[in-house]
């Protein structure tokens, strides 16, 4: 192993003296290939020392090897094991894929009410596809008693505070158009819809079309 990094050179020394930061840092490093040569049997044997030590960051990342089989055998028990051992530690990237989890039932039975606990708490630490979710779940009466006020007001919020994520005044503008979370406003949901196309969704762009697809249609006149 040859780091190409003199920060990495430090973290592998401490490492191998039992440094549980260090351990943690130089797998993620390992993972990502950032200021070393990525290398996953790597990242593994360092992820897998810190998680023995309760590093939640590394449960989390150890977690998404075996979700996503890298480096492991594909195992969504074990997957799921990792993220709750991380998220009951408060880790809110673990929170938010313990909820999708509990969510699709995947490594553990397919629990509504669990999902949107997870989502809330994982919302409440700042993910803000957490908070869509929780919004989501309110918009649709998933796991949680109906509220399309509160889910709208979410979604508003996301809007402020992720302004660089198009996919978010997306489906605020549709909330808006087709009136899904109570408050219909067809000029509101253009403009949000609109912005979102600008800015890369193709979501938006393909609702854009449809929209004046329709129009056009209803606007067709035929004569007998």
């Given at each position: 192993?040859?780091?190409?990094?003199?920060?990495?050179?430090?973290?592998?020394?401490?490492?191998?003296?039992?440094?549980?930061?260090?351990?943690?840092?130089?797998?993620?490093?390992?993972?990502?290939?950032?200021?070393?040569?990525?290398?996953?049997?790597?990242?593994?044997?360092?992820?897998?020392?810190?998680?023995?030590?309760?590093?939640?960051?590394?449960?989390?990342?150890?977690?998404?090897?075996?979700?996503?089989?890298?480096?492991?055998?594909?195992?969504?028990?074990?997957?799921?094991?990792?993220?709750?051992?991380?998220?009951?530690?408060?880790?809110?990237?673990?929170?938010?894929?313990?909820?999708?989890?509990?969510?699709?039932?995947?490594?553990?039975?397919?629990?509504?009410?669990?999902?949107?606990?997870?989502?809330?708490?994982?919302?409440?630490?700042?993910?803000?596809?957490?908070?869509?979710?929780?919004?989501?779940?309110?918009?649709?009466?998933?796991?949680?008693?109906?509220?399309?006020?509160?889910?709208?007001?979410?979604?508003?919020?996301?809007?402020?505070?992720t302004p660089h994520?198009?996919?978010?005044?997306?489906?605020?503008?549709?909330?808006?158009?087709?009136?899904?979370?109570?408050?219909?406003?067809?000029?509101?949901?253009?403009?949000?819809?609109?912005?979102?196309?600008?800015?890369g969704c193709n979501?938006?762009?393909?609702?854009?079309?449809?929209?004046?697809?329709?129009?056009?249609?209803?606007?067709?006149?035929?004569?007998?």
């Amino acid at each position: 192993m040859t780091p190409c990094h003199s920060q990495s050179i430090d973290w592998l020394g401490k490492a191998e003296a039992g440094n549980l930061q260090a351990q943690y840092r130089l797998g993620k490093s390992f993972m990502v290939g950032d200021t070393i040569p990525k290398d996953i049997d790597q990242a593994i044997t360092w992820l897998e020392k810190a998680a023995l030590k309760q590093e939640p960051r590394a449960m989390y990342l150890l977690g998404l090897c075996y979700y996503k089989g890298e480096g492991k055998i594909q195992n969504d028990t074990t997957a799921y094991q990792y993220f709750k051992s991380s998220a009951l530690q408060g880790y809110p990237q673990a929170q938010y894929s313990l909820a999708l989890r509990y969510l699709k039932g995947e490594g553990v039975k397919k629990n509504e009410q669990r999902a949107f606990h997870w989502f809330r708490k994982a919302s409440e630490a700042g993910v803000p596809q957490a908070r869509y979710s929780v919004g989501l779940r309110l918009q649709k009466g998933e796991g949680v008693q109906m509220n399309k006020e509160m889910a709208l007001r979410l979604y508003r919020e996301l809007v402020l505070q992720t302004p660089h994520d198009p996919f978010f005044d997306y489906y605020l503008g549709y909330s808006y158009y087709y009136g899904t979370c109570g408050v219909k406003d067809t000029n509101a949901g253009s403009r949000y819809i609109q912005k979102a196309a600008v800015n890369g969704c193709n979501e938006a762009k393909q609702l854009l079309l449809n929209i004046r697809k329709n129009r056009n249609t209803t606007q067709q006149v035929t004569y007998f």
